[in-house]
């Protein structure tokens, strides 16, 4: 797809995670690249800084560490009596694989223990669900990328069947029937990453661009899954959500 692009002098590529990301570095020569929800561009080798990418990438960031440590404080907080969080993720996703060793890492800070469910393709979540069927964790995380998102239902079906709390990354997951998340606002993202790509049709260079980092984060909460799995969400996670789905 990235050489069909090239091939039609397209002036700017986005794209969106890290698997499209690395394939415009590695293919796209010198078409200037907008990168979003790639992880972490630096610690996935995508460019060289954030404040100097250099090369013909720039785009938005993400901060994987501080989120996946925010995310397992409000899950202890909606749910204070979970300790062991089963982590689903795509193994085969390198943006997605650091979010996970960020996640591990709180963790282990934090005093809870982690369930490592990485997932490569789509019938590795019958694995995963039985994984969790055999030991069964207190709470779900799913790392957001392109195959789990694809199959978020059956990752909500399952939490739903085995009344299991759990927590995503982005809030249209929620409205999905995930029961809470949080995570950056992906609208902002998009609209921060044409922003660049606007100043790049106007003759700024991507090198010369620092990448951005995202700059607001919603929290969502869906009370009628909440109320489906016998939970009850303290009213100081309510006061500060921001989407609240009754």
């Keep these: 797809m990235i050489d069909e692009l090239v091939a039609s002098h397209v002036d700017v590529i986005i794209t969106s995670s890290?698997?499209?990301?690395?394939?415009?570095?590695?293919?796209?020569?010198?078409?200037?690249?907008?990168?979003t929800f790639s992880g972490d561009p630096v610690a996935t080798g995508l460019v060289s800084s954030l404040a100097h990418?250099?090369?013909?990438?720039?785009?938005?960031?993400?901060?994987a560490a501080e989120l996946s440590a925010k995310r397992l404080a409000v899950l202890k907080e909606?749910?204070?009596?979970?300790?062991?969080?089963?982590?689903?993720?795509?193994?085969?996703?390198?943006?997605?694989?650091?979010?996970?060793q960020a996640a591990e890492a709180e963790a282990k800070r934090s005093g809870m223990l982690i369930m490592p469910l990485g997932v490569r393709a789509p019938d590795d979540f019958d694995?995963?669900?039985?994984?969790?069927?055999?030991?069964?964790?207190?709470?779900?995380?799913?790392?957001?990328?392109?195959?789990?998102?694809?199959?978020?239902?059956?990752?909500m079906e399952f939490a739903s069947e085995h009344h299991l709390p759990a927590i995503y990354e982005y809030a249209y997951l929620v409205h999905d029937g995930g029961l809470i998340s949080y995570g950056p606002d992906?609208?902002?993202?998009?609209?921060?990453?044409?922003?660049?790509?606007?100043?790049?049709?106007?003759?700024?260079?991507?090198?010369?661009?620092?990448?951005?980092?995202?700059?607001?984060?919603?929290?969502?909460?869906?009370?009628?899954?909440?109320?489906?799995r016998g939970l009850a969400i303290p009213e100081s996670i309510l006061v500060r959500a921001d989407d609240v789905i009754e």
């Design 53 to 63: 990418p250099g090369g013909n990438i720039t785009g938005v960031s993400e901060i």
């Design 127 to 155: 694995t995963a669900f039985s994984e969790m069927t055999k030991t069964p964790p207190d709470a779900i995380l799913m790392v957001t990328d392109i195959l789990t998102n694809l199959n978020r239902k059956r990752v």
């Design 186 to 228: 992906v609208d902002a993202i998009f609209d921060r990453a044409v922003g660049l790509a606007d100043r790049i049709l106007k003759g700024a260079k991507p090198a010369d661009l620092p990448l951005e980092l995202p700059a607001r984060f919603e929290l969502a909460i869906n009370l009628k899954t909440a109320k489906a």
């Design 78 to 100: 909606a749910v204070p009596s979970v300790r062991n969080v089963a982590v689903l993720w795509n193994a085969d996703d390198l943006g997605m694989s650091l979010r996970y």
């Design 18 to 35: 890290y698997p499209a990301a690395l394939a415009a570095k590695e293919h796209a020569g010198n078409t200037p690249i907008v990168v």
